[in-house]
């Protein structure tokens, strides 16, 4: 090895590697050689493919490089011989489409071979000295219902409050917007002019703003509570960092994905160029702005003149000027913003027609490959960009070259068929199986061809005429946003597409026909035409697809809905109050899963609660219907305060857009096969054979035109009946509902995180044996009736599958044995079915044990190669739990509203019959006191609520004079009561109370302090005596009179360390706050240790570092007799 990384050997390497290359792609055969050959490629891709590592999916990729050049050396120079002129044009048309393909290949192999990945950096400093962010969202013409989602949302994000601001950037300087700033306190700025559209309104606001950074987003584009979080910390690292963008996620379907219902999970247009292709971009420090969801330094800015505006992608120009001046960019692939996608075809593709011009301005007026500034690598990647654009004509060129044979009877290769297939049929299989491999599950086989066609007859003009006139053009805006209210199909965008397939079809008839009838006056060779009408087929079914995106499906909901699961309460008009799931939501409602013995059959619901971080949303609903166990709700109007909240709740989740895995890669048959049924559905509706679904959408129709007719009745109605009511009546009031109990339910399903388990960072497990134990606890009143557990892990490639597992136990019984192979190394979420008995009350304990070998003979137990990666935040139990009913008992304290065998946060709401008064909250205080002192360790909240009841346990403080609705509890004097909740039949309310202020205290102090014996289900406190402490004997504080032992901090076994090496001894105390040593000397440790004296240890090269608070004290030896 040290052989072949000296500079001589490196270079015979390089040399040997292209000699083989060029035999390879030289080196002419004859047809059976050359099948010969074809076979081998094959065989060895597939080989290659079974395994799942980068570096063959490297291997894959130069394969694919090698045999296309291969193909493309033997198309230069053994098939071009043409007969005639018309050959000649046709023949020359196809050899430079291809040339263009063979370049894209090479640059995409050079732009997506190694993604970056990049990882988030945390933010350094306090919060009051973080960068200040300017916040920008430009608008022109677009509606506020869309950029006010936007608003709310970016206002909402965590940051310091004084450290960031929002401007809204209005080119239509509509006063509307100017008001709605006014309201939300949120900047407005305008310009006198539109000059330079949304490049000049940026820099305009760059002049009237001064941040240290710019945060972009388009006016749809609705950024998350962590955007600036994740995002601002790579500026700090990374001095001469002027980027940072973010991924482009869109909630709403594409056109494709909209109007193509037959395909499930197609993913969008545009995921794969947020895939592989940024992060392949990152690598050579070449990401891309991309107008949105992007952070830009001022400074580097400044020094370009501020956003470019000679083309209209104003955003890829920016990137390139800035890396030009030596600036960095960067790419981070997590989902923090998300945005509306076109909804029709004929605006996508206006969309992309001022993309392609933009980018061919670009390669005219500032060429990557001239100019100073860049690397090579930087060159080739805007370069790749801009010619990715130039397709339209290539792409129609490969769907039309069988006609020249078909029709004219052109032999634009001249090869034979068979010949042709043999060179052909590595270079495409390879290509696509590196592609698929390369590309994931961001782009399915074939569907890069279908969306090129949709695109290729209407960009030819803008790319063609550009590149004569690069200064034509002018920026447009993409609506968004708009309803369609009925299906129809758009004739007029797929025209040429139409006549392209009229075009196939007639050439393959006429090859046909010319064959069969006619053998004797054309000279068709069988096989040539066999190859020519596949061709042909192949084109017709990427056109067929193409055609049936240009069937708009009617959409007639005002707002997106969001498939998402979210644990939500639902609150009755009778008093029920249970817990549901959502199937969806939408910023204008949502769909419900009701549990199983939940009925809403003549019922109504009237709020909805929705989780949004620590706290919960409340909004009113109406009812739309209910069936199948699922319940339809619209919101009512809300005030912009409960508007932002919703935007929080729904649009601004931190973790609302992260798909819990990567999309699935789908084989090319699966997609070839898609595609097909997506071509015979649109068959059957061009032949009107699709009668259920006629009869589906005539249904809808019918639906439609009752519901407004019974609007309008309603509404006329309205109007007679409130025109009949004399002057003087009133609406009155409604009495106010005792609320009921809510249905026994007593199951509920939880999600524990590694990190809610307290593994704060990810498992690495090292050795020939590492192992980590995560403890984690059982409420004595739960048992587990389901259970799955998912990891998601990586582990080294250099070991050996067959003897290297990793052994997942629970409890000390083994749930499953997973084997390390090299294939799957890079990545894999298990999820694990767990037998519920495992789970116990109390404590329990969760081992992930390796066993890792990377030779069979002697090994070194501690190698570099042996290691496995486990995620502590996308690792988890998928637990369904059912709660037990127990009996009121005041001996169970502090249980069962604390127990110690929780893993999350202690949560105890403090009731209060009103906002409560300072006795009350002493009161509090005291019991707050002792809650917390138990739960430090891992968090702890107490929400108050006023007059009202909570779901689960809670803490109840009584008065007389103050009584809390839905309690009825006589008040004799100081005491304490356990009662069930009225609300909820599995929690409990710990009641304290008494006649006055004085004797509440006196119950909460008798409580805290633990005075008396408790038992039963109340005890009165009127004798107790509660005793006075002296300073500094907090029982939680370490005593300063007297010398403290160790092991009156912690266990005798967390003195003790074994393995190698045994890892960190701590003894955890608190002292007095107001402490303070003087002099300087501090406090006296005597410390006594013991260690091994077998003959393995290296007492010299083994020591015991002392540190307090992560500040470093001494090294005490292992030798001598300290």
């Known amino acids: 090895m040290r052989l072949l990384e000296s500079s001589p050997a490196k270079w015979l390497t390089a040399l040997f590697a292209a000699l083989l290359a060029a035999l390879v792609i030289g080196v002419p055969m004859d047809l059976e050689a050359q099948w010969l050959f074809t076979g081998i490629t094959i065989i060895g891709a597939i080989v290659l493919s079974r395994s799942r590592t980068r570096k063959t999916t490297l291997a894959l990729g130069i394969l694919s490089v090698l045999v296309s050049t291969r193909y493309m050396f033997w198309r230069t120079t053994q098939t071009l011989e043409f007969g005639t002129p018309l050959e000649f044009l046709l023949g020359t048309g196809l050899y430079l489409a291809e040339i263009y393909a063979w370049v894209i290949l090479l640059l995409g192999f050079l732009q997506t071979s190694w993604p970056l990945n990049r990882p988030v950096v945390e933010i350094e400093g306090e919060p009051d000295q973080w960068p200040f962010v300017d916040v920008f969202i430009p608008t022109y013409n677009e509606s506020l219902s869309i950029v006010r989602n936007t608003v709310f949302a970016a206002m909402d994000m965590d940051y310091p409050a004084d450290r960031f601001r929002v401007y809204i950037l209005d080119d239509g300087r509509r006063p509307e917007f100017r008001a709605f700033a006014r309201q939300v306190g949120c900047g407005y700025l305008t310009r006198p002019d539109n000059l330079h559209a949304k490049a000049g309104n940026l820099n305009a606001a760059m002049k009237k703003t001064d941040g240290e950074l710019i945060a972009i987003f388009d006016c749809d584009h609705v950024p998350t509570r962590a955007f600036l979080q994740m995002t601002v910390g790579w500026f700090q690292k990374d001095a001469k960092l002027a980027l940072m963008q973010t991924?482009?996620?869109?909630?709403?379907?594409?056109?494709?994905?909209?109007?193509?219902?037959?395909?499930?999970?197609?993913?969008?247009?545009?995921?794969?160029?947020?895939?592989?292709?940024?992060?392949?971009?990152?690598?050579?420090?070449?990401?891309?702005?991309?107008?949105?969801?992007?952070?830009?330094?001022?400074?580097?800015?400044?020094?370009?003149?501020?956003?470019?505006?000679?083309?209209?992608?104003?955003?890829?120009?920016?990137?390139?000027?800035?890396?030009?001046?030596?600036?960095?960019?960067?790419?981070?692939?997590?989902?923090?913003?998300?945005?509306?996608?076109t909804e029709r075809l004929v605006l996508h593709i206006g969309q992309r027609i001022r993309w392609a011009r933009g980018m061919t301005q670009i390669l005219r007026i500032d060429n990557p490959l001239l100019g100073p500034g860049l690397k090579w690598q930087q060159r080739l990647c805007y370069l790749n960009a801009?010619?990715?654009?130039?397709?339209?004509?290539?792409?129609?060129?490969?769907?039309?070259?069988?006609?020249?044979?078909?029709?004219?009877?052109?032999?634009?290769?001249?090869?034979?068929?068979?010949?042709?297939?043999?060179?052909?049929?590595?270079?495409?299989?390879?290509?696509?199986?590196?592609?698929?491999?390369?590309?994931g599950g961001d782009r399915r086989p074939f569907w890069g061809e279908i969306y090129e066609t949709i695109l290729a007859f209407h960009l030819v003009p803008a790319t063609v005429l550009t590149l004569f006139n690069p200064r034509k053009g002018k920026f447009n805006v993409t609506d968004k946003g708009s309803l369609l209210d009925r299906t129809y199909f758009d004739l007029g965008t797929v025209k040429p597409h139409l006549i392209c397939i009229g075009l196939m079809l007639f050439g393959i008839t006429l090859g046909v026909v010319k064959r069969v009838f006619f053998p004797h006056l054309f000279n068709i060779q069988t096989d040539t035409l066999l190859l020519n009408t596949a061709w042909a087929s192949f084109s017709l079914i990427i056109l067929l697809a193409a055609v049936s995106v240009a069937r708009e499906t009617r959409q007639a909901r005002e707002h997106i809905r969001i498939e998402t699961q979210l644990p939500v309460t639902i609150y009755m008009q009778d008093g029920h109050v249970f817990d549901a799931t959502t199937i969806d939501l939408s910023m204008g409602g949502t769909a419900v899963a009701l549990p199983q013995d939940v009925s809403l059959r003549d019922r109504t619901v009237t709020h909805i609660s929705l989780p949004m971080g620590d706290e919960k949303l409340t909004i009113p609903v109406d009812t739309i219907r209910s069936d199948h166990g699922q319940a339809f709700l619209r919101f009512k109007p809300l005030d912009l305060t409960l508007s932002r909240h919703l935007v929080r709740a729904i649009l601004g989740r931190a973790d609302a857009w992260q798909p819990v895995a990567p999309p699935r890669p789908v084989s090319g048959l699966r997609s070839l096969w898609d595609i097909i049924v997506v071509d015979f559905t649109t068959l059957k509706r061009l032949f009107r054979l699709n009668r259920k679904e006629r009869r589906s959408l005539k249904r809808e129709r019918t639906h439609a035109a009752a519901a407004v007719a019974g609007k309008s009745a309603a509404l006329l109605l309205a109007a007679i009946t409130l025109m009949g009511l004399p002057q003087e009546t009133r609406a009155q009031s409604a009495p106010a509902r005792e609320a009921s109990s809510a249905p026994p339910a007593g199951a509920r399903q939880q999600?524990?995180?590694?990190?809610?388990?307290?593994?704060?960072?990810?498992?690495?497990?090292?050795?020939?044996?590492?192992?980590?134990?995560?403890?984690?606890?059982?409420?004595?009143?739960?048992?587990?009736?389901?259970?799955?557990?998912?990891?998601?892990?990586?582990?080294?490639?250099?070991?050996?599958?067959?003897?290297?597992?990793?052994?997942?136990?629970?409890?000390?019984?083994?749930?499953?044995?997973?084997?390390?192979?090299?294939?799957?190394?890079?990545?894999?979420?298990?999820?694990?079915?767990?037998?519920?008995?495992?789970?116990?009350?109390?404590?329990?304990?969760?081992?992930?044990?390796?066993?890792?070998?990377?030779?069979?003979?002697?090994?070194?137990?501690?190698?570099?190669?042996?290691?496995?990666?486990?995620?502590?935040?996308?690792?988890?139990?998928?637990?369904?739990?059912?709660?037990?009913?127990?009996?009121?008992?005041?001996?169970?304290?502090?249980?069962?509203?604390?127990?110690?065998?929780?893993?999350?946060?202690?949560?105890?709401?403090?009731?209060?019959?009103?906002?409560?008064?300072?006795?009350?909250?002493?009161?509090?205080?005291?019991?707050?006191?002792?809650?917390?002192?138990?739960?430090?360790?891992?968090?702890?909240?107490?929400?108050?609520?006023?007059?009202?009841?909570?779901?689960?346990?809670?803490?109840?403080?009584?008065?007389?004079?103050?009584?809390?609705?839905?309690?009825?509890?006589?008040?004799?004097?100081?005491?304490?009561?356990?009662?069930?909740?009225?609300?909820?039949?599995?929690?409990?309310?710990?009641?304290?109370?008494?006649?006055?202020?004085?004797?509440?205290?006196?119950?909460?102090?008798?409580?805290?302090?633990?005075?008396?014996?408790?038992?039963?289900?109340?005890?009165?406190?009127?004798?107790?005596?509660?005793?006075?402490?002296?300073?500094?004997?907090?029982?939680?504080?370490?005593?300063?009179?007297?010398?403290?032992?160790?092991?009156?901090?912690?266990?005798?076994?967390?003195?003790?360390?074994?393995?190698?090496?045994?890892?960190?001894?701590?003894?955890?105390?608190?002292?007095?706050?107001?402490?303070?040593?003087?002099?300087?000397?501090?406090?006296?440790?005597?410390?006594?240790?013991?260690?091994?004296?077998?003959?393995?240890?290296?007492?010299?090269?083994?020591?015991?570092?002392?540190?307090?608070?992560?500040?470093?004290?001494?090294?005490?030896?292992?030798?001598?007799?300290?």
């Open 751 to 1122: 999600r524990l995180s590694f990190r809610d388990l307290q593994i704060k960072t990810p498992i690495r497990l090292q050795g020939s044996r590492g192992e980590i134990g995560i403890p984690f606890g059982m409420r004595r009143n739960e048992v587990v009736t389901r259970a799955n557990l998912t990891l998601n892990l990586a582990w080294s490639p250099a070991m050996l599958g067959d003897l290297s597992q990793l052994v997942v136990l629970l409890n000390g019984e083994v749930v499953r044995i997973i084997p390390l192979r090299p294939a799957d190394a890079g990545g894999q979420a298990v999820t694990i079915p767990v037998n519920p008995a495992l789970f116990l009350p109390g404590d329990n304990r969760l081992n992930l044990r390796l066993l890792g070998h990377y030779t069979r003979d002697c090994e070194d137990p501690f190698h570099s190669s042996l290691w496995a990666n486990v995620s502590n935040v996308r690792s988890w139990f998928d637990l369904t739990v059912q709660t037990l009913p127990i009996s009121p008992d005041l001996a169970r304290l502090p249980g069962p509203f604390f127990d110690r065998n929780d893993n999350l946060p202690l949560r105890l709401p403090f009731v209060f019959a009103g906002t409560p008064g300072n006795s009350e909250l002493e009161a509090a205080a005291s019991i707050a006191s002792w809650f917390g002192g138990m739960a430090s360790y891992r968090g702890f909240s107490f929400k108050p609520l006023y007059n009202q009841l909570p779901q689960g346990n809670g803490i109840v403080f009584l008065l007389p004079n103050r009584p809390v609705a839905g309690l009825n509890m006589q008040v004799r004097g100081p005491a304490a009561a356990v009662i069930r909740n009225p609300r909820d039949s599995f929690g409990q309310l710990l009641v304290i109370m008494g006649r006055n202020t004085q004797e509440l205290k006196l119950a909460a102090a008798a409580i805290a302090s633990g005075r008396g014996v408790f038992g039963g289900a109340q005890m009165a406190f009127d004798n107790v005596r509660i005793p006075a402490y002296p300073r500094y004997s907090a029982p939680r504080w370490i005593a300063t009179d007297r010398p403290v032992r160790l092991g009156e901090l912690t266990s005798a076994y967390a003195l003790q360390g074994l393995g190698l090496p045994p890892g960190p001894l701590s003894a955890r105390f608190r002292i007095t706050p107001d402490l303070f040593f003087w002099p300087r000397q501090g406090g006296r440790l005597e410390l006594r240790y013991r260690y091994p004296t077998a003959d393995w240890l290296d007492k010299r090269g083994s020591r015991l570092d002392l540190s307090i608070n992560n500040q470093y004290l001494r090294t005490l030896p292992l030798s001598g007799g300290d």
């Open 386 to 439: 801009m010619l990715h654009f130039q397709f339209p004509l290539p792409r129609i060129v490969f769907l039309t070259s069988p006609l020249a044979y078909l029709i004219f009877g052109q032999n634009i290769i001249h090869a034979s068929a068979s010949l042709i297939f043999a060179y052909a049929a590595p270079h495409l299989y390879c290509s696509m199986v590196s592609g698929a491999r390369s590309q």
């Open 247 to 341: 991924p482009h996620h869109f909630y709403s379907p594409d056109p494709a994905q909209r109007n193509l219902r037959t395909v499930d999970d197609l993913p969008g247009e545009g995921d794969l160029f947020y895939g592989n292709v940024q992060g392949g971009n990152d690598l050579w420090n070449a990401a891309f702005f991309c107008g949105s969801c992007a952070i830009i330094r001022r400074e580097a800015l400044q020094q370009t003149n501020g956003f470019a505006g000679e083309t209209v992608t104003e955003d890829a120009h920016t990137a390139l000027k800035l890396q030009r001046m030596g600036w960095s960019t960067a790419y981070i692939s997590a989902r923090l913003s998300a945005g509306l996608a």
